[in-house]
């Protein structure tokens, strides 16, 4: 232990399995609770998990903070205040100015409606421009036009608790979640920051997104099916929201904060996916981080998005984990909570965090699957894996804290 | 963080530059113009703008880009950026950057071209966005496409192009970000886990949507004729901003790296500060507590006072509200030293690029404290009494500086302020 480990002293999650630790774990071992959740009916041909009602207001009690947000933005400000609170951070104006946020973020909201009136009232190619320059001229309405903006969504949570260290956001997709994680973990661990607010959200019910990776060929289709047993095009999208309070030993303890797990490592890398193989980069990964096997004291939470689940990616990291887990409980959270983009790897890491507090893992979420053979048993550590439908791999490792 | 002392004892070494801006490509060409008092800003002739208050901007027209699309342009001129940077730090021969690569990019949504040539390929009866089910394997909107359009795909290539390391970062800060880019940058390096990062901001984002989206805030200047001199920071009759094209690198190195395979230094990057406002999502707190402790945070991280800052690159974009806001800062963090300083603005002459702002700034910076020579705030015909300060009106002045400070303040929050110095 030293001063500069870092802690997790607080976690928010409004996700399809709930918004408590207590709603999470009986629908991580609960089917039918956590089936109810996918909706294939909103979004036809594609299935996705969706977030059920929540009270936004509880934790953004101004309307005009509300309005400015779309779904994503607002999955993760309610998120975010759920992780301030149980952090003991609300409210503290000192603490507050000196807790850097880093955010994950895809692309902002746009106003579907109105992109639908211009696709579907455009003139022919000749004039098609002109046109929807007036179109938009007289449509877009500002506060919606802000919403747009990635780097509000860690605007809007500085407006609301009043967040002001710092505020960057990162893109790019999977590994934006891994990064803001990383970089976060990295400083803390070099003395470049005392308290960061890390976070993410994601809105499964985005239209021109599951365009956007309909056309990649990622997207299942059809019903639900299990996710390990899903075809290529295999991602079912999942809302969440996702925040994390990292904070030194040193400054936890002298505030008196809970140390709720620490967070060992976070490692983000790159691999090229054309030439390179992901798995060797993740048993690198696995080797800065646990020397050896990950051992039957270890939870593994794998994000396997789903992508390529029969000959690709997702195919690929089965095997790696079949590989070195070592009679490791394993367990594919997308199968759970669907795959949550951005947010993916930060649910993970709550989820891991909850399972290191119990010292127990949840039953398998695909009992089919022999990589989720192992049962649910007694743990004192949670591996976390992220990889990305088409970059980036992250591993991370929780440790209960002794 | 306060340290005090040797202001060099963490200093970050700047190895290698590159830029493109409306007013051409390359370090040399822009501050060429830059420091004659050039603008780039003209009547926009990339889309019709009939109707629109706004008709002006700061275009990059002469990349081999077609069509031009937000991601296709902002990638060409990062890739332009980097090559230039990188080749410039003579990094490449001894073993490469070794590094992060941060990339500040615009967000990447489907243009409208885009939209209607999915609609076009998929089902035109079925309606937008009523089945989901555009494209995909063996149609024309396939996997290509879709890598087109992911936020991550540009520091993807960029990081293969120049050997980065681990896991290539894209962010945005708004207005901010060129200038976060490079202090992610001097964190990592400081870090000391790597020896060298590549900080890219780039921006090729104008296009009607954008354009009327600003607009929209009132945030431009309507003045569009003569284009030139709508861009106004500081005087009274500023009315706005005028959005810009551009991009800017910057290699980073440990200066031991640096001096140990030989590397010509360029400049240092002393010290960084940032504060989020939680005021309003479009405007500062009105008193101006997060740009002060942004310039603050910057100056003390460096082991300085704010005595010794010799010259301020401004964020000045000419609108009234930043303008204002900014001056009050500097007045607040450097009292009756505010007399003293120089504060000139580049966007009276590039306009705002945007998210590579801070970057293209901070490059200019060095090419100022590297040749002596203070870039003008041109435009400045009207005074506005309430902003004392020496502008460098109109051109541009010899005048040695030793430390400078770059400000970047974004819409959204985020502040970001960088000391620099000359390479000595």
């Known amino acids: 232990m030293t001063d500069r480990e870092v802690c997790i002293t607080g976690y928010g999650l409004l996700s399809p399995l709930g918004e408590t630790p207590a709603a999470w774990w009986a629908a991580l071992n609960d089917p039918a609770a956590r089936h109810a959740r996918?909706?294939?009916?909103?979004?036809?041909?594609?299935?996705?998990?969706?977030?059920?009602?929540y009270d936004l207001e509880t934790q953004v009690p101004r309307p005009g903070d509300r309005r400015a947000m779309g779904p994503m933005m607002q999955f993760g400000a309610y998120a975010a205040g759920l992780a301030l609170d149980m952090a003991g951070l609300k409210g503290e104006a000192d603490l507050l100015q000196r807790t850097h946020m880093i955010v994950a973020s895809g692309g902002g909201e746009r106003d579907l409606e109105l992109d639908r009136q211009i696709l579907e009232g455009a003139p022919g190619p000749d004039e098609?421009?002109?046109?929807?320059?007036?179109?938009?001229?007289?449509?877009?309405r500002p506060t919606l036009f802000l919403a747009q903006l990635p780097n509000l969504f860690a605007g809007n949570i500085s407006i609301v608790y009043k967040v002001s260290g710092s505020s960057r956001t990162f893109m790019g997709e999977e590994a934006a979640g891994a990064d803001a994680l990383r970089i976060a973990h990295r400083r803390l661990t070099a003395g470049q920051g005392d308290i960061f607010l890390v976070g993410a959200a994601f809105a499964s019910e985005r239209p021109e997104i599951q365009?956007?990776?309909n056309a990649g060929g990622f997207l299942l289709r059809g019903g639900f099916a299990d996710l390990w047993s899903r075809p290529d095009a295999g991602i079912c999208f999942g809302a969440a929201g996702a925040f994390l309070v990292l904070e030194s030993r040193a400054s936890a303890e002298t505030r008196g904060a809970a140390v709720r797990a620490v967070l060992r490592g976070v490692e983000s890398d790159r691999t090229d996916r054309r030439a390179g193989d992901p798995a060797q980069t993740a048993r690198r990964q696995l080797e800065r981080m646990v020397a050896g096997p990950a051992g039957a004291e270890t939870a593994v939470l794998s994000g396997a998005s789903g992508a390529g689940a029969a000959t690709g990616i997702t195919a690929a990291e089965r095997t790696f984990l079949e590989g070195v887990a070592a009679g490791a409980p394993v367990r594919g959270l997308a199968q759970a909570v669907g795959h949550a983009v951005e947010a993916a790897f930060l649910q993970n890491v709550i989820l891991a965090t909850v399972c290191t507090e119990r010292g127990e893992v949840f039953a398998p979420l695909s009992p089919e699957a022999a990589v989720e053979a192992a049962g649910a048993g007694p743990i004192v550590r949670a591996l976390v894996t992220g990889w990305g439908h088409v970059r980036g791999e992250a591993m991370a490792l929780v440790e209960a804290t002794g | 963080m306060t340290v005090s002392g040797d202001p060099y004892a963490r200093a970050v070494a700047i190895t290698g530059l590159g830029m493109i801006t409306s007013l051409g490509r390359g370090v040399a060409e822009n501050w060429r113009r830059l420091t004659a008092g050039e603008s780039g800003i003209r009547r926009i002739g990339r889309f019709p703008t009939e109707g629109l208050r706004t008709q002006i901007a700061g275009c990059v027209a002469f990349m081999d880009v077609e069509p031009v699309t937000i991601p296709a342009l902002s990638r060409a001129m990062a890739e332009a950026v980097a090559d230039e940077a990188v080749a410039a730090s003579g990094i490449a021969a001894d073993g490469g950057i070794d590094g992060d690569l941060f990339v500040a990019a615009p967000p990447i949504e489907h243009d409208w071209d885009s939209r209607f040539d999915l609609l076009d390929a998929v089902d035109p009866g079925a309606g937008p966005y009523a089945r989901g089910e555009g494209g995909g394997p063996g149609t024309g909107i396939s996997l290509p496409w879709h890598h087109e359009f992911l936020n991550g795909s540009l520091a993807d290539r960029l990081a293969e192009r120049h050997g980065c390391t681990g896991s290539p970062i894209t962010l945005t800060t708004a207005c901010a970000s060129g200038a976060s880019a490079i202090q992610l940058g001097v964190e990592s390096v400081r870090r000391g886990e790597r020896p060298a990062a590549l900080c890219v901001g780039t921006d090729g984002s104008i296009n009607s949507e954008s354009l009327i989206r600003f607009a929209l805030l009132s945030a431009l200047s309507t003045k569009n004729d003569p284009p030139?001199?709508?861009?106004?920071?500081?005087?009274?009759?500023?009315?706005?901003?005028?959005?810009?094209?551009?991009?800017?690198?910057?290699?980073l190195e440990h200066p031991d790296r640096a001096k140990a395979r030989g590397a010509t230094i360029l400049g240092?990057?002393?010290?960084?500060?940032?504060?989020?406002?939680?005021?309003?999502?479009?405007?500062?707190?009105?008193?101006?507590?997060?740009?002060i402790r942004s310039m603050a945070g910057a100056i003390a991280d460096a082991g300085l006072e704010p005595a010794d800052i010799g010259y301020i690159n401004a964020h000045g974009t000419g609108t009234p509200e930043n303008d204002k806001m900014e001056c009050l800062g500097i007045s607040e963090v450097f009292g009756a030293g505010r007399d003293r300083l120089a504060v000139s603005s580049n966007k009276s002459m590039i306009g705002h690029t945007l998210t590579a702002a801070g970057a293209v700034e901070a490059v200019a910076t060095v090419q100022a404290l590297r040749e002596g020579v203070l870039p003008p705030t041109i435009n400045y015909r009207e005074p506005d009494p309430n902003i004392e300060l020496d502008v460098v009106p109109n051109e541009a002045r010899a005048q040695p500086v030793e430390f400078a400070l770059s400000?970047?303040?974004?819409?959204?929050?985020?502040?970001?302020?960088?000391?620099?110095?000359?390479?000595?």
């Not at chain 2, 504060?275 to 101006?288: E, L």
């Not at chain 2, 400000?407 to 000595?424: E, I, K, R, W, Y």
């Open chain 2, 268 to 291: 240092y990057i002393l010290g960084c500060g940032e504060a989020a406002d939680t005021f309003h999502r479009t405007r500062s707190n009105p008193d101006g507590g997060a740009i």
């Open chain 1, 128 to 140: 098609r421009d002109a046109w929807i320059t007036a179109q938009m001229a007289d449509g877009l």
């Open chain 1, 211 to 213: 365009i956007s990776y």
């Open chain 2, 228 to 251: 030139e001199q709508a861009a106004k920071p500081f005087s009274r009759n500023r009315d706005g901003f005028v959005m810009a094209e551009g991009a800017a690198a910057l290699v």
């Open chain 1, 38 to 53: 996918v909706d294939e009916v909103a979004t036809p041909p594609f299935p996705i998990h969706t977030i059920g009602d």
């Open chain 2, 407 to 424: 400000n970047s303040f974004g819409f959204g929050g985020q502040n970001v302020s960088l000391v620099l110095a000359a390479a000595g």
